[in-house]
């Protein structure tokens, strides 16, 4: 190669040069006209909580009724007669001054059970309301007419029951007055399905006023009070939905 091309290829190496950083550079710059490409930051993996079941909201008790005013209040007609006063002791009550009728007496087509029932869960001093707020829950008479005069009951109807009183097949019982026991009380025949426990039945239907006086059917699980609060509590919105005013409270 002759010195003359030799020269000739340097000065193009010298000029090629630069035309080609000039080339090559740009791809590399970083300035506002060729961005660099933005990498995303990492993104944080949150793990998905575990859903926790909330405690359950206890059972709230239901609020007991109190009944002492059902066991206090006057029984209108009565000359101040409680139902306290009419179950302890149990007797019947007779004011010859006032209209017979129970709770003064009794007479044979009182409906004793309803009035019972009423004096013990209604507030018989409420207006409109009284002893007979509920008569009609039971049969509303006897299943044959009463006589007129005595013996007053209806005449015996045999077996099987024919009307009029000419029912034939009578079986009369002859046994002792001891072979007998006492199932329920006269005075207020409604208290002791109604109002007396278990336990206490056959004591109260057995039992006498000393006992009745002594209190021994009042207090505990079985007594008065309790039983006549259990039943408060559990009819007391069925009778005020009825359009009823209760005594208790």
Known sequence: MTATKIAAMRRFVLVATPLALALVLPACSNSSDTPAAVVPPPVAVVPTPTPTTPAPTPTPSPASRNVTACLNQVIPGTNGATPA????????KLDLSRPAGFPNGRRLPDQVIDITLAILFLDVNAPGQSAASLLGVNP??????????????APPQGTPPIAAGTGTSFNFRTDPFSSYVRVDRNGMPAVSPA??????????????????????????????VNQLTLL???LADDLIALGLRVCST
Request: hydrophobic share 45%.
């Open 85 to 92: 006063s009419l179950v302890i002791p149990d007797t019947i």
């Open 140 to 153: 509303v008479a006897n299943d044959v007419p009463f006589l007129a005069s005595f013996p007053f009951v």
């Open 232 to 234: 408060h509590n559990a």
């Open 195 to 224: 109002v007396i426990g278990a336990t206490l039945k056959v004591p109260y239907n057995q039992g006498d006023l000393p006992q009745d006086i002594a209190g021994n059917f009042v207090g505990g699980p079985d007594g008065i």
